[in-house]
């Protein structure tokens, strides 16, 4: 099993729209959680970060948390089209014998059509 | 958040050279620095943690020895490809931070090995 999966999309929203972005991770004992979105042929930026179950909203954008589920879900409201990216999810794994890192999921290509 | 300043922002060598990428961290002392590589269309894979002062960590599949790793400063970190080959054309992002305010990506370097 991947230790974080995505559904790779393309997701496709028209302006205006809720995009509802979903992830799902392997490490129950994960405690960090990010989002981050990426333009082609940039590097990744920090979005959001949540670490407690429920939600967690900053403008247009809402993360959700769910541990019990090993869910964790980005939706973004009013969706432009300067949103069409890849959205990242990424999960920090504590390897028993290495240091804390963080894992990134496949990836979710949106696009928001005007 | 941190800022990291990596260099070169893309590189073209030939096969058989070595190609050597920093990443400075600009107001963040980073004891730890995480080292990723992407394919085009595919997520950000976890190379190696760099940690300040010590042997860096590989994951899994990764030669120790043609991706040389170097942290001997708390704010510069080093990677050099060696013996570079096609298949090792590829986009090298390197990363600080912690689990507590998240993870910020330097601009990324293009590795293009002919």
């Known amino acids: 099993q991947k230790e974080v999966e995505q559904n790779s999309g393309p997701l496709s929203v028209p302006e205006g729209a809720i995009a509802s972005l979903n992830c799902t991770y392997s490490?129950?004992?994960?405690?960090?959680f990010f989002w981050y979105r990426q333009y082609s042929g940039k590097s990744p930026e920090l979005i959001m970060s949540i670490y407690s179950n429920g939600d967690k909203e900053d403008g247009r954008f809402t993360a959700q948390l769910n541990k019990a589920s090993q869910y964790v879900s980005l939706l973004i409201r009013d969706s432009q089209p300067s949103d069409s990216a890849t959205y990242l999810c990424?999960?920090?794994?504590?390897?028993?014998?290495?240091?804390?890192?963080?894992?990134f999921g496949p990836g979710t290509s949106l696009s928001v059509i005007p | 958040g941190a800022v990291v300043s990596q260099h070169p922002s893309w590189v073209i060598c030939k096969s058989g050279t070595s190609v050597k990428i920093e990443c400075r961290s600009l107001?963040?002392?980073?004891?730890?620095m995480f080292w990723y590589r992407q394919f085009p269309k595919q997520s950000l894979m976890l190379m190696a943690t760099?940690?300040?002062?010590?042997?860096?960590?590989?994951e899994q599949g990764v030669e120790k020895d043609k991706f040389l790793i170097n942290h001997a400063s708390l704010t510069l970190s080093t990677l050099t490809v060696t013996s570079a080959h096609p298949e090792d054309s590829s986009f090298y992002i390197c990363s600080e931070g912690d689990i507590l305010y998240g993870y910020t990506f330097g601009s990324g370097t293009r590795l293009t090995v002919v």
């Open positions: 107001d963040f002392q980073a004891t730890t």
């Open positions: 990424a999960v920090n794994v504590i390897p028993k014998t290495s240091y804390d890192k963080v894992i």
């Open positions: 490490d129950r004992g994960s405690q960090s």
């Open positions: 760099s940690n300040e002062g010590s042997k860096a960590t590989y």
